[in-house]
């Protein structure tokens, strides 16, 4: 890579041009949750990323999560208990001409990872600190803090699947080797354990105000 190479993580290859996704959306510049309804949700992953069976990469951008509020962009994920489970999925691309794919040098010590922070009510973000069990402010979208945890992503080849005269298949989805995705497992079931209990104090005062009569 050059030293002025610019890398971005947008979404991951396979939705490109997918699914009524542009590469004009704001969307594109940002990673991807897909959603699975079954507790094999990475072999059913990893099956469409090599287009075993019937399936092909580009049914990625089928597996949008539920979202509440079609007026907001917020995302609601549901606990394991509810047969629910989210990969954080991305593409890493230098931005040049015909956005290729940036490898991970893994034997030159690079790595991969993903940062799962807090945005409360008031619209500030909070990063996880494990060594303290706290949650710690952080500037949006800022770096992350010293002994923030930072969640594994795994790269996956695509197989090919587009037609070469096609939106994704002029970007590289059409040869063989051409584009891989990084993919990270979301622990939705670690809320419990991420989001402290309400202090007695507030949680009497809650209830008061919740009191009917």
Known sequence: MSPTETLSWLAPAPVWGQGGFGIGEQGFLEPWIAEFKSDQFIPEFLALMSGEGSGTASQLAGCRPSVPDPTTSDLRLYQPLHQRYYLVTTSLVCRRAGIPDRA??????????????????????????????????VAPGGPPLAGEER????????????????????????????????????????????VPPMDPAAAAAARRLHRPG
């Open 104 to 137: 991970v040098a893994i034997a030159h010590g690079e790595r991969t990872s993903f940062l799962m922070r807090r945005r409360p009510s008031d619209g500030t973000e909070q990063a996880w600190i494990p060594a303290t069990s706290t949650w710690h402010p």
């Open 151 to 194: 969640l594994p992503l795994h790269a996956v080849p695509v197989a090919p699947f587009a037609d070469p005269s096609s939106v994704a298949g002029t970007l590289g989805l059409s040869g063989q080797g051409r584009r891989s995705v990084l993919y990270g497992y979301i622990p939705v079931g670690r809320r419990e354990r991420l």
